[in-house]
């Protein structure tokens, strides 16, 4: 495959934005290489700058779970635009999401909508430590919540790519407020709750990890949380920014049958426009402003065209819920696909996946935690992610990060990505 316009692209780009992009797990820097410039996107495929076609695994790290340019979210983006973008007041849409958004997630009763999953996220902290009136929040090594300070404690996703976990600008006062527990290590989170006794506002997690690659919550684990939450006063919040609208079509809550007290949401709630949300049962976001004395607020949040692209995504969602089993099925297609050719090739690896999530690593252990999923063998992941690239097959871009299947692929794409893999494995 050819990149040279990407190049060029790139190198232009990084005269004027700093590392040439506007978040840090796009530039290439965990595999090497530059990065992909896209010119535009439609269904399963990216086309590239260079006129290259990739069949796409990352699908906006989420959002495009029925494809690129999906018809019906980009004429109501299109429709509503032609009526205005923002006005900052209140329109009627943002009720009829809201409201759609309650009927589809158990255990909500009230939605408040924000500009992306990081905002989404702080705001459910901070609500939780309004609501409970403590301070400290328990988080898992690995489980990225957005970068907002609080969370940049040993973060996943595009933190751990650049091995920096901890970021500078985190003020040590921030940081002692942010317990770190190892994911799907029930006893741990015990301990930490007796050793900082009625003083932790919430537990924050990822029900399903997607940031370390995808790693399931091991049996027992979700209820053991749920349980301590409520011998202890504390709130559990399931992070559903990639869960959530994927799993099903309530979730992580609805597939594991577990209830979280504030759930926070992105990627597919916004049909590929900046939108985050978080939401509860009315006893907690009553909580909020201007309702309650916890301030939250965003001039762009709710924004109609925003609005119309996550009501388009959801409606459809909702009612085509059969979506979410033929998703399951695709990925379980390439899971099994990916296996075979890479058992014939005596290649070490693990395949984790719960429903259209799944992500491979090169690792003799089975992944349950950051430190297995960092066990991985990066070099061997470079290896293969470049091959795939020159195969036409674009995945994640980091060991630490999850493929995302989308509806519109097909199993003749799925039989591609296998023959890809079958090649690539005989160069590692
Ligand atoms: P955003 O602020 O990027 O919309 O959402 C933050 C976030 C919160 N919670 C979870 C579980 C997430 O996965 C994310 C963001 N995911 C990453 C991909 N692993 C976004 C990609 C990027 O940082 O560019």
């Known amino acids: 495959m050819i990149y040279k316009r990407s190049s060029a692209l790139f190198a232009e780009a990084q005269r004027v934005i700093p590392g040439g992009v506007n978040s840090p797990v796009r530039a290439f820097k965990a595999v090497g290489g530059d990065p992909i410039f896209v010119k535009e996107a439609k269904g399963a495929y ?80 901070r609500l939780a430590r309004g609501f409970t009136g403590k301070d400290k929040i328990i988080k898992f090594a690995g489980c990225y919540h957005g970068h907002s300070d609080s969370f940049l404690i040993q973060a996943g996703s595009g933190a751990v790519t650049f091995g920096s976990p901890n970021s500078p600008g985190v003020t040590k006062g921030t940081a002692q407020d942010t317990l770190l527990a190892r994911y799907n290590d029930i006893e741990q989170v015990e301990g930490i709750i007796e050793s900082n006794k009625g003083e932790i506002a919430c537990i924050i997690i990822e029900p399903v990890a997607g940031n370390m690659g995808c790693i399931p919550p091991v049996k027992g684990f979700l209820e053991g949380l749920r349980a301590l939450c409520d011998a202890n006063d504390i709130l559990l919040i399931f992070d559903e920014v990639m869960t959530g609208f994927r799993l099903a079509k309530g979730g992580a809550q609805e597939l594991l049958g577990i209830n979280a007290d504030i759930v926070t949401f992105g990627k597919v709630i916004g049909g590929g426009l900046p939108v985050g949300a978080f939401a509860a049962r009315s006893e907690i976001m009553d909580y909020l402003a201007p309702l309650g004395p916890v301030y939250q607020a965003g001039t762009l949040s709710g924004n109609p065209l925003a609005m119309a692209a996550g009501l388009a995504m959801l409606t459809e969602l909702n009612q085509n819920p059969e979506i979410f089993k033929s998703l399951e099925g695709k990925t379980e297609y390439l899971h099994n696909g990916i296996a075979k050719v890479l058992d014939e090739e005596n290649i070490t690896y693990t395949i984790n996946r719960l429903g259209s999530m799944i992500s491979v690593h090169f690792s003799e252990e089975t992944v349950v935690d950051f430190d297995t999923a960092a066990s991985g063998n990066n070099d061997t992941f470079k290896k293969f992610f470049h091959g795939m690239l020159d195969n036409g097959i674009y995945i994640a871009p980091s060991a630490f990060e999850t493929w995302f299947i989308t509806e519109a692929l097909s199993y003749n794409d799925l039989d591609k990505t296998i023959e890809a893999v079958q090649k690539v494995a005989k160069t590692l």
Request: proline share 5%; glycine share 8%; aromatic share 6%.
């Open 46 to 125: 990216l086309y590239d700058e260079d006129g290259n076609r990739l069949i796409d695994y990352i699908n906006s790290w989420g959002p495009m779970i029925l494809g690129h340019a999906h018809e019906p979210v980009v004429s109501a983006v299109v429709d509503k635009a032609r009526k205005g973008t923002s006005f900052g007041m209140p329109t009627e849409i943002e009720t009829e999401i809201a409201a759609l958004a309650v009927e589809m997630v158990p255990n909500i009763d009230k939605i408040r909508f924000v500009n992306s999953g990081t905002e989404a996220c702080m705001s459910a902290v």
